[in-house]
């Protein structure tokens, strides 16, 4: 009965619904006070920590990724979700700025002025196939719009419609527990009822974890709106794979080990798995490529995450079969095992240059720096791009990370671009075609960033405005006064101890 | 000669010229230090600043704004590629986020990762018709591009041709005699040349300040391309000010004053200008309505700064001529005159509801809260909104303030929005209409961050990375460092003193 239930669209009257009541609840969470805001997304992360014996069962008979894979993404999303109340609570991302009016100034500041930011409005988020749990309805999407202070309509992913629907619970519970009301989350479910929620005029951003085709259909909508509204979408990528000729000779065994795991992770199913390989045209880079064929090409089929996932990965393992200057070096005549391939480096075209979801790779090898750098030009910018070199490679190396860099959200030396970590320094996302906006990461702390927007208040009354932005200030967070950073520290009674000792001075010139 | 040869577009090999050589300077400038790139504004400021006696009677004969306004403009001009070389040398603005390698994390950090932001590549800049020095060649988004270390291609307001030429000028001559390449910034003019500008692949992002028309057709273009660009469009607003009944008793002449002065700055020229004004349906409001007319009845005709704002203006004065409703309180029948309208508050439509750039204004006036409620809940987002009450009016002052402030970027309180700060705290933005980007300022310190995009790098040597992303820095600058805010001091003798003086401990809980 779920299952059947699942395959139909949510109603049109219930979508409504959804966005009308989260629409409803968006100026009280907003207005929640941070640490109020931390405690509750702590209530939900730990009532899905809870939740481990139930859930994940259910996630797995969904998505078959094996407990093991599910109980470290449940800790992730966990994670997530905690380390969003943390960033809560520490106030830097409010990007407090206070100027004090000063006639005087070059340019006149008739009344106080303060900035921060403040929640955007309610956000539409759009689950991802392949993190059921840490990209779906209470994934680093949600957990992020709902930390900036937005309420969030989720669009269940068809993959796991039960897992979706579990988790919702889960969340709505928690949150009514913690004297919140549940309507600051809300759940859709099919294709209609996304593109409906990305162009209904009380959502104001998006977040989109998925497709080039599905993301980029999305953002034409979140264009087309009479208001547009920002639309993070991260669609995915061909991550290039570098070996030099020293670290092939180096390390060739051990590249390829390394390698072999990173493309079959998660059957292959990861925006960062490495898709484009790199070598040099050497026996060290032979070796690579023997030793990467054996490992790719003895791995039996795992199964995909959904049938469009696999009906994807089939198309384009038929784009490699059908282009010319291919060779097939490891996988079998079935489309759905793990396969390998080469590319002649003269022939490398479209069909390579674009990502194939799955358990695949292909290789390419260069004769010389010239050669690769005719390569690189013709790559897309990506997610990810990982090299391989050898400290005495120091002009290669330099080399390559000023030719890579603008064409990547993240840099990987010596390791292997599978597996994000979820941190204040990550940044996952990178330049059109990898994701809709290249300024803003879908993964860590300063994710946050997209659901916020500033504004600045002048001359409006201390008192009416919130602790933060006041001179006298309950709440410890940095803030900009005057030009110079300050901090209010607090004692351990509670008591702010002083107004504003004076960060270290940052190098000011005055004009 | 030279106006005739500006009523002509930008030949086409020239556009692709200027492009291209933006393009080629683009690594060199990204990778320019942070002092170089400082001293190279500096550099420019002080030309600029010193070319005063030549340049404001060039700018004044193609704009008639007078010197006494162009003096004060070219101050602002100054002031802002200054205060941009402070912000850069100061470096918080690089975001920058240490996460040192550690597999026991609840999501383990496989190898170090370090994320600051980079220039996110050529930049073009529309110039504005009313800033013809502060948001032109020189003004505000360039100043925010160069900073970021992007380089820019200008395109000229068809407005002031020749203003732009020679500030075109004196940026490349002080950037040839600062030892930077003067490439940094080109400059095309004509509309065609704006066209193939933002179509052009190598531009990869674009700031503009202008019409809604003009702003909305950019946008289009800046998303139709094959890899789609951010766009920060500016595109001005129909600004709301609001006057409480308590406000309009105590202080109705001053408000009136006051608010006269604001409408009719600049002949009404400026996208922050208050065109719709609520006032009470009292005594006072009557008052307010009186004075207001008086003073903008009374005061003459004065020039428009090119002939398609003036066509415009009258325009828009037409709408407001043919539509019901609407009584002239103030003006003449020459459409150009400054002029006062009063629309029936049932009546409130679209007319009165859009933007009409001059000088002019619509009163509506509302009986109670309810009707004002209603009347607000029909106005679009604006780049501010004013509000004058008085201190005993305490619940609808805060009524107001949440009201309002889901509409706009900057909320005055009993001043007026005209005179923008350029400040770390200012803000000058809005949700759509008034901007295409809510999320970013055009005006200020943190404008910067439009031209930046984030990159991580895991696992790679330190002496390959830039001073800011080493453990041993000798640039200081504030970073979030395993996720605590810290700062590299420096002794007078520029040595760096202490590597990790934590700053007063952010409060953080680890779950």
Redesign the interface.
């Known amino acids: 009965m779920t299952e059947i239930a699942h395959l139909l669209e949510s109603p049109a009257e219930q979508i409504a619904a959804t966005v009308d009541a989260a629409a409803r609840a968006a100026?009280s969470w907003a207005k929640t006070s941070r640490t109020d805001r931390?405690n509750s997304l702590?209530a939900v992360?730990d009532a899905m920590n809870r939740s481990a014996d139930d859930l994940i069962p259910i996630v797995d008979s969904e998505t078959a990724l094996g407990a093991t894979r599910l109980t470290g993404e449940l800790?992730?999303t966990?994670?997530q979700l905690?380390m969003f109340?943390?960033v809560v609570?520490?106030?830097?991302y409010l990007?407090v700025?206070?100027?004090h009016a000063n006639l005087d100034?070059?340019?006149?500041?008739?009344?106080d002025?303060?900035?921060w930011l403040?929640p955007?409005?309610p956000v539409a988020v759009f689950s991802a196939s392949n993190f059921p749990l840490a990209f779906s309805v209470l994934g680093g999407d949600t957990a992020s719009a709902l930390a900036a202070g937005c309420t969030v309509v989720v669009k269940a992913h068809q993959g796991h419609p039960r897992t979706s629907d579990m988790v919702l619970g889960i969340a709505r519970n928690a949150l009514r527990a913690s004297g919140i009301t549940e309507d600051i989350i809300g759940l859709v479910h099919g294709r209609e009822a996304g593109r409906s929620l990305i162009s209904h005029p009380a959502i104001a951003a998006a977040g989109f974890t998925g497709s080039v085709a599905g993301g980029k259909a999305l953002?034409e909508l979140a264009?087309a709106r009479t208001?547009?509204?920002?639309f993070f979408g991260e669609l995915g990528s061909q991550n290039t794979f570098l070996v030099s000729s020293g670290a092939a000779d180096a390390r060739a065994d051990a590249i390829a080990d390394g390698l072999a795991n990173s493309v079959l992770l998660g059957n292959g199913q990861f925006c960062t798995k490495p898709g484009l390989v790199f070598l040099p045209a050497s026996p060290s880079g032979q070796r690579i490529v023997d030793v990467l064929a054996d490992r790719i090409g003895s791995r039996p089929e795992s199964a995909f995450l959904t049938g469009p996932v696999r009906d994807g990965f089939v198309a384009g393992i038929g784009r490699l079969l059908d282009a010319t200057g291919l060779t097939r070096l490891a996988g079998s005549d079935t489309a759905t095992a793990p396969s390998l391939w080469e590319c002649e480096p003269a022939l490398l075209g479209d069909e390579v240059l674009e990502e194939c979801f799955g358990p695949t790779a292909v290789v390419v090898r260069y004769r010389d720096q010239h050669e690769l750098s005719g390569l690189l030009d013709r790559v897309d910018?990506a997610l990810t791009a990982t090299f391989h070199t050898e400290?005495h490679e120091?002009d290669f190396?330099?080399w390559i990370?000023?030719t890579i860099?603008?064409k990547?959200?993240?840099?990987?030396?010596?390791?292997y671009p599978t597996?994000?970590?979820?941190?204040?320094?990550?940044?996952h996302?990178g330049?059109?075609?990898s994701t809709?906006?290249?300024?803003?990461?879908s993964v860590g702390?300063?994710s946050i960033?997209r659901f916020?927007?500033?504004?600045?208040?002048?001359?409006?009354?201390q008192e009416?405005l919130p602790a933060e932005l006041r001179d006298m200030d309950g709440a410890?967070v940095?803030r900009?006064i005057d030009?110079t950073?300050s901090?209010n520290?607090?004692t351990s009674t509670g008591i702010v101890s002083s107004v504003y000792?004076n960060?270290?001075q940052?190098?000011?010139?005055t004009?």
Request: overall charge positive.
């Open positions: 100026a931390a702590r992360a800790a992730r966990v994670h905690r109340a943390d609570e520490e106030g830097t990007e700025a206070i100027d100034a070059p340019v006149p500041i008739s009344g002025i303060r900035r403040v955007i409005g953002a264009h208001h547009p509204i920002p910018p400290q120091r190396t330099t990370l000023d860099a603008p990547a959200g993240r840099i990987v030396a010596n390791q597996g994000v970590a979820v941190t204040a320094s990550m940044h996302g330049p059109s075609p809709t906006n290249s300024q803003h990461t702390a300063t960033r916020l927007r500033p504004i600045a208040f002048q001359n409006v009354e009416l410890a940095l900009r030009g950073l901090f520290s607090r000792p960060l270290p940052l190098p000011r010139e004009p």
